[in-house]
């Protein structure tokens, strides 16, 4: 899968360096893995979420969210948002969407 943008996720390990590992995890899974749907691809992240057309996947055992478009059918997934947890409970995310 096609992830746009890496960029996010190296700005957000630059601010969150505690974050660095698991997201490398996640960016090499990602970027290795052809998910055909949704529950195929929580067969590989049991913990991500739907939630409206985004999906929202747990990094460091949930102190961060990555939030993302994925377009199963051209392999492109698009990260809209990585924040702390603190930050994703405020919901402004949702109103950008």
Do not use: C
């Not at 096609?2 to 899974?29: C, G, H, Q």
């Not at 997934?77 to 924040?83: D, K, P, Q």
């Amino acid at each position: 899968m096609r992830v746009i943008s890496k960029k996010k996720v190296l700005d957000f390990m630059e601010k969150y360096p505690e974050s660095a590992t698991s997201l490398e995890n996640w960016y090499r899974i990602v970027v290795r893995t052809d998910f055909a749907t949704f529950p195929d691809l929580r067969m590989t992240f049991p913990s991500a979420d739907q939630v409206a057309d985004l999906t929202v996947f747990n990094i460091s055992g949930n102190k961060f969210r990555l939030i993302a478009a994925v377009h199963y059918n051209r392999q492109i997934l698009y990260i809209r948002e990585i924040l702390s947890h603190p930050e994703y409970d405020k919901n402004k995310w949702r109103k950008r969407s």
